[in-house]
């Protein structure tokens, strides 16, 4: 059974920076797809940025600019680099990894961007 586990989020203000991680339990290598998504209140889950295996990254247009997307495959560590931070990016941010086929989620840590 594959586990992602999120950390890193928390309360910033507006304009300031979040590093989010995303643990896994298996090696990174395997993974097809990396990526994070965010969920606000009321609204659906909408992507914020994937990478695939061979680096190649895809970001939503309101976050270009803004925030990086990595991957440490040594550590199987997904990174979330976020800058600038908006009120409207508040938001609960999950990791989402993909693998033959498989998509796996792991529980979400909460960003909360005051004004």
């Known amino acids: 059974q594959v586990q992602l586990v999120e950390s890193g989020g928390g309360l910033v203000q507006a304009g300031g920076s979040l590093r989010l991680s995303c643990a896994t339990s298996?090696?990174?290598?395997?993974?097809?797809?990396v990526g994070w998504y965010r969920q606000a209140p009321g609204k659906q889950r909408d992507l914020v940025a994937t990478m695939t295996s061979g680096g190649s990254t895809n970001y939503a247009d309101s976050v270009k600019g803004r925030f990086g997307i990595s991957r440490d495959n040594p550590k199987n560590t997904a990174y979330l680099q976020m800058n600038s931070l908006k009120p409207d990016d508040t938001a609960v941010y999950f990791c989402r990894a993909v693998r033959g086929g498989a998509v796996y989620w792991g529980r979400g840590t909460q960003v909360t961007v005051s004004s």
């Open positions: 298996r090696n990174m290598f395997g993974f097809d797809t």
